[in-house]
């Protein structure tokens, strides 16, 4: 999944709405799962993006300072309960941390490890398929400077036609040593090419928080089963 977002404004401590220096983000993502068995999953994934943050270097004078980052994960999730409308899994994922790619920043974020709880539902309604899930998740981070996050996602999806498939998601953060937090959502189309490839396009935006950037942009993916 490739994806950019842009931001001029951000939240404050209180939530309000304020200007802040110009944001671009550039972000390369990519997953991997593998099903051991029908119990236990393998998950993997890699993330590159660049980050560009208005600097004045003069007075008056502004300039983009751009830092290129990237991290790995690696774990497993498993199935807890199954039942024929339900399913919940637990997962626990290890975070490398980010590094800059120049070798003179800070990197980006610690070592982490991540657990969490995934709650599924599907159904059918007037013939159309229709499905909930529901992921709550508490990242801890090794390093003591860096704060551990509650994460809270959620998505709504169907399928009106056998070979589309509509998105509605949310994706909230909370730093638990500070106050810091965002909110946003997200509207997806996603696209069935053939059996074993689907084409998403995403928008993007953070609709709240605190001491946070406000990112609009969107997103396009390639999801491939094997």
Same mark, same amino acid.
């Given at each position: 999944?490739? +994806?950019? =977002?842009y931001?001029?404004?951000?939240?404050?401590? !209180?939530?309000? *709405?304020?200007?802040?220096?110009?944001?671009?983000?550039?972000e390369?993502?990519?997953?991997?799962?593998?099903?051991?068995?029908?119990w236990?999953?393998?998950?993997?994934?890699?993330?590159?993006r660049e980050?560009?943050?208005?600097?004045?270097?003069?007075p008056?004078?502004?300039? $983009?300072?751009?830092?290129?980052?990237?991290?790995?994960?690696?774990?497993?999730? *498993?199935?807890?309960? !199954?039942?024929?409308n339900?399913?919940?899994?637990?997962?626990?994922?290890?975070? +490398?941390?980010?590094?800059?790619?120049?070798?003179?920043?800070? $990197?980006?974020?610690?070592p982490?490890?991540? =657990?969490?709880? *995934?709650?599924?539902?599907? =159904?059918?309604?007037?013939?159309?398929?229709?499905?909930?899930?529901?992921?709550?998740?508490?990242?801890f981070?090794?390093?003591?400077?860096?704060?551990?996050e509650?994460?809270?996602?959620? =998505?709504?999806?169907?399928?009106?036609? $056998?070979?589309?498939?509509?998105?509605?998601?949310?994706?909230?953060?909370?730093?638990?040593?500070?106050?810091?937090?965002y909110h !946003?959502?997200?509207?997806?189309?996603?696209?069935?090419?053939?059996? !074993?490839?689907?084409?998403a396009v +995403?928008?993007?935006?953070?609709?709240?928080?605190?001491?946070?950037?406000?990112? *609009?942009?969107? +997103?396009?993916?390639?999801?491939?089963?094997?």
């Amino acid at each position: 999944m490739s +994806s950019f =977002t842009y931001g001029d404004h951000g939240f404050d401590d !209180k939530g309000k *709405l304020i200007s802040v220096p110009e944001y671009r983000k550039f972000e390369l993502r990519g997953g991997f799962e593998y099903g051991l068995r029908s119990w236990l999953t393998l998950v993997a994934e890699a993330d590159l993006r660049e980050e560009s943050v208005e600097q004045e270097v003069l007075p008056n004078f502004y300039q $983009p300072e751009a830092n290129s980052y990237g991290a790995i994960g690696a774990g497993a999730r *498993l199935q807890l309960f !199954k039942a024929p409308n339900w399913v919940l899994s637990g997962q626990l994922v290890g975070l +490398s941390g980010g590094f800059a790619s120049s070798g003179l920043k800070a $990197p980006s974020d610690g070592p982490a490890v991540e =657990t969490r709880l *995934l709650a599924g539902y599907g =159904t059918n309604i007037y013939g159309k398929r229709v499905f909930a899930d529901l992921q709550a998740a508490y990242r801890f981070r090794v390093q003591e400077k860096d704060s551990d996050e509650i994460k809270v996602d959620f =998505t709504l999806g169907t399928r009106p036609r $056998p070979r589309w498939m509509l998105l509605a998601q949310s994706f909230s953060t909370w730093e638990t040593d500070n106050d810091v937090s965002y909110h !946003k959502v997200s509207g997806s189309v996603v696209r069935k090419v053939n059996d !074993k490839m689907q084409i998403a396009v +995403s928008g993007i935006a953070t609709v709240a928080g605190r001491n946070a950037v406000r990112e *609009l942009g969107g +997103s396009i993916g390639f999801w491939y089963t094997y």
